[in-house]
């Protein structure tokens, strides 16, 4: 390769299929990349050194796809990772599932075989394309080394476009170690498919009219907004409808942020966990579902909302449409562009309906009020072993508006998906509700963290889930990223135990953790550790986390040990449960 061809943008000359991968994700200007070498890839690592581009040696590939996942939530760019020939490739799994069922775009790039020797028995060999097919929105078998530009091109174009989602790039170990005199023109990337939503499309018009009648007629509409928020960048839009039409909003653990959690037409989170918002539901008389799927969780198990209650749906994907809620009005499209258009229709009204609805809207802080109330012997408590509610209370004090909370699959996530609140419209809270998997927490914290570095991220897990991915702390200190990871110390697998409590009389089998000091395990790992039992030292531990700008620290907080109480918002020895019950 020339030396002029290294220095442009375009290179040129005869490279392996490797160089040409990494040439291909620096044109495309990607961000930090997560991976575990193995002898497939290696030209691709090789080449990414000579290009002084950003990878990370993570410990576990789930962590990688973790990491990646959460550094695109917070970007809306293609999170890169990558693993080796089989059990690499099948690590990836979970981290993929996560992306492709809440719509993340991220781009993953396995190892395979050898096509000279396939099927005979090579080491690490397995079915990888038929098990990780279904993990992600298109798997893409790299079959010529010199298709390497034209394939990553389509991987950008399907991670970033319609519901974005993970792609898998497979790549055998001839095609990434093989050469190809490639041509300067080989070197393209459409620059709208860096990041999602790369294009946008319009619901029908028609569509729009009838949706703005709706609402227009309606005294108690109501916004319900999921994931697909953040997805669209439809913050401005959301925004602007709501309080030019006077409609609160309630939004899902993966919707908070839409509008900021402190603005007064916040109505918190609905479903399975609620402040006022599931009340607001059952009396509302139109919903408008934004880019949210209206799943398990959101609905309490299809107990939300009532079918007599209209509903329109906004949605990029429209077979998700009237899949769970029947809608009266489907509205296909893009969140910001849907929400724009609906304001475009509704405004000629807005002056009359935000009279109209006044009386509505000032019910609004006033339920607020009054469920806080109710809930500040939680919010407020100095018990020891800590209550979890009152440590959601110190991260809403000392987290800044900027911040950004990542939120594990246990009870970290439920307790701050409904008691947290964000400060300012956009991603502030990252729980991995596409698969709920435990041990997003640290890696999903260390994607953040690089994401953004300079913005403090917090990421709260649980001790089972933290347990699950100790290793990692080793990669964030070695990354040198800042992060503060607040480690609810249950000494147990809380979620378990909490239900076994509930629904087995107190049977508990598998459910306990030995106790363990997590603050002392990471200041052993090099990095920063606090160990905290008195509540009123939270929040000076979290501001010493904060601080720390150049490794992580580990704030191991000592939270109640009571089975009876680890449940948000449900004190379970009042809950009666039924054969059948699912109550958390
Ligand atoms: C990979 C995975 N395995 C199992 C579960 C089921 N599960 C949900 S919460 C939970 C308890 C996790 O314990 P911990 O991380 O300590 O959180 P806690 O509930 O105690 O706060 C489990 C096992 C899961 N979500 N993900
Ligand atoms: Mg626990």
Known sequence: MTQSARASNRPAGRMSGGRAMAEMLRLAEVGPMFGMGGFQLLPFYDALAQLGMRHFLINDERCGAFAAEAFARVTNRPGICDGTLGPGATNLVTGLIEGLNA?????????????????????????????????????????????????????????????????????????????????????????????????????????????????????????????????????????????????????????????????????????????????????????????????????????????????????????????????????????????????????????????????????????????????????????????????????????????????????????????YDTKSPGRHFIPDRGLASIGYGLPGGIGAALAAPTIPVVAITGDGGFNMMLGELETARRAGVGLTVVVVNNAASGYVKALQHAMFRGRYQSSDLVEMDYAAIARTMGCGGIRVEDPDRICDALREGLDERSHPTVIDVVVTRDPARMLPAVDNRTVEIRHGDRIA
Request: overall charge neutral; some cysteine.
């Open 103 to 419: 719509g993340t775009p991220m781009i993953a790039f396995a190892g395979d075989t050898n096509r000279s020797h396939s099927w005979k028995n090579m080491t690490q060999e397995c079915r990888q394309v038929e098990i990780l097919r279904p993990a992600v929105k298109e798997l893409i078998r790299v079959e010529e080394t010199k298709r390497v530009p034209e394939l990553l091109r389509r991987a950008f174009a399907v991670a970033t476009s319609g519901r974005p989602g993970p792609v898998l790039v497979d790549v055998p170990e001839d095609v990434c170690h093989g050469e190809h005199d490639f041509a300067a023109e080989d070197f393209a990337i459409d620059p709208t498919t860096l990041q999602a939503p790369a294009r946008r499309v319009r619901p029908d018009r028609a569509d729009i009219a009838r949706a703005a009648a709706l609402i227009a007629r309606a005294k108690r509409p109501l916004i319900l907004v999921g994931g697909g928020i953040h997805l669209s960048q439809g913050y401005e839009a959301l925004l602007a409808l709501a309080e030019a039409q006077s409609i609160p909003v309630g939004h899902t653990m993966s919707g908070k942020g839409g509008i900021a959690c402190s603005h007064p037409l916040s109505a918190g989170l609905f479903g399975r966990y609620s402040r006022i918002a599931n009340e607001l539901i059952e009396a509302a008389d139109c919903l408008l579902v934004v880019g949210c799927k209206l799943g398990e969780i959101a609905t309490k198990r299809y107990a939300l909302p009532s079918p007599a209650i209209p509903l329109i749906h906004l949605e990029i994907l429209a077979e998700e449409i009237g899949r769970c809620s029947p809608a009266a009005v489907a509205l296909w499209g893009d969140a910001r562009a849907g929400l724009e258009d609906l304001a475009a229709a509704l405004a000629d009204d807005a002056r009359h309906a935000r009279v109209a609805r006044a009386d509505y809207l000032r019910e609004i802080p006033v339920q607020m009020r009054a469920w806080r109330t109710e809930a500040a012997a939680r919010l407020d408590s100095s018990e020891r072993p800590i209550h979890m509610a009152r440590l959601c209370r110190e991260l809403n004090q000392v987290l800044p508006a900027d911040s950004i909370l990542v939120a594990d699959g246990g009870f970290a996530g439920h307790w701050t998906g409904l008691l």
